[in-house]
């Protein structure tokens, strides 16, 4: 038996081809890794002996030869295979462990040159990886270390199984086909071009899901790469994930972002705020937040901007909540947290990688766009109305308009001291999400007079002017743009409101 090892990650990599050795297989290997074999006492054939031809080019050709190729693709059931490699004096190949050069992780680094990218772009290894898994029922192919003692364990036993080999052959060609979407996104950032003419997307599976958004749909969670985004949260207790509880986790993450390091709250039900706060702690953030609408919170999912102490966890272990996630947890918050047996406690930040896109499935496709903006620089709105609003109201106006960005549109959102009191979500007109979010604040007991006003677009009419007027509202920020803009400055000044265009619309649909 002859395996051939050719890898960059080489973690694990000793101990495997020690065990290989043990059972009296010929290693044959290629420059670092032939180094490293020997360095641990192991004799190793080079490449170049097999093939009778040097390794040249800086190492670009070695394994791209007919006795490598040959020897892995020969289908050992069909006679006149074998005869036609016995023929050129080829041997067969029976085991094959390769992993790529780094080309994502060098990429990935800061003022990186293009030349050191381009140099780490991997054409031997894809090329035996498919051969490899191509001919998969006569070669073990082995592209992730976590395999090495299963396969160890096959060869040592003498055994075999087929729908492993299968297993490890579908590992192959999604792990070339993410390299090779990986160099091709590379290319297309080289030129600037967000939307190439074919998009290549490749994801990997971070986790199976409890369920989808009903419990008789399968889910899986798949990210960009391991550990990116929502793969980053630690899950510090609870019983597992299911799709639901990540899209939320989306959602409240989404709306804790535009406050930095701020103490905030956000409480999310099916993706929307139903309670978003600022305070001048945790708890603080936490208590405003859920005031808004306590009915509501109930099974929702909480994010805060900072981390979570006693008294928060033991304020919140009072309410029934799906999840809640922070940046960090005292530990003995978290011993109280876990009190709660179903509630999932998630730890870290997730981000989103640079230049990162959002995706949206649609039948036949998907719909692809910059992610979301940010909600726009104070600095750079303008007040159209005839009275200019206060500084309590213009930090009303800040908070509001930093909170409708991650309501579902259309959204409006009522705000006083750094907090919501009343939100409309989701609804087919302006003025219907103005009559919601007033009837809401109003239900839960809240003050509406003196609020401030956060729309997500534009009022296309000066009814939902009328009706904030009507619920005391004294200040509203908005995006402008509506043909009739002027219609609805003349009311907000006959209703003595401040109004606040931003020049920027923040549906999120």
Known sequence: MRALLSVSDKSGLVPFAQGLAAKGVELVSTGGTARTLRDAGLAVKDISEITGFPEMLDGRVKTLHPVVHGG????????????????????TIDLVVVNLYPFRETAAKPGVHPEEVIENIDIGGPSMLRSAAKNFESVWVIVDPSDYTAVLDMVNSGGDDPAFRRLLAEKVYAHTSAYDSAIATWFVQQR????????????????????????QQRAAFYVEKQGAGLGALVQKGGKELSFNNLLDLEGALLAIEPFGEQPACAIIKHTTPCGLATGSNVLDAYKKALACDPVSAFGGVIAFSVPVDVAAAEAISSLFVECIVAPKFADEAVEILGRKKNLRVLEGKASW?????????????????????????????????????????????????????????????????????????????????????????????????????????????????????????????????????????????????????TGERLFRH
């Open 353 to 501: 990688p640079a230049h990162g896109m959002d995706y949206k499935r649609v039948r036949g496709g998907l719909l692809v766009q910059d992610r979301a903006p940010s909600p726009t620089d104070p600095q750079q709105w303008k007040v159209v109305s005839s009275r200019q609003p206060t500084a309590d109201e213009q930090r009303d106006l800040l908070f509001a308009w930093k909170s409708v960005a991650s309501v579902k549109s259309n959204a409006i959102v009522l705000a006083r001291n750094g907090a919501t009191i009343g939100i409309g979500a989701g609804q087919m007109s302006r003025v219907d999400a103005s009559f919601v979010a007033v009837h809401k604040a109003a239900t839960l007991g809240h003050d509406t007079k003196g609020a401030s006003l956060g729309s997500d677009a534009f009022f296309p009419f000066r009814d939902g002017i009328d009706q904030a007027a009507a619920a005391g509202v004294t200040a509203i920020v908005q995006p402008g743009g509506s043909v009739r803009d002027e219609e609805v400055i003349a009311a907000a000044n006959e209703h003595g409101i401040a109004m606040v265009f």
């Open 72 to 91: 892995l693709l020969a289908r050992r059931d069909l006679p006149e295979h074998m005869e036609a490699i016995k023929a050129h004096n080829i041997g």
């Open 192 to 215: 600037g071009e967000p939307f190439p003419q074919t998009l290549p997307i490749a994801f990997e599976k971070q986790q199976s899901l409890r369920y989808g958004e009903n419990p």
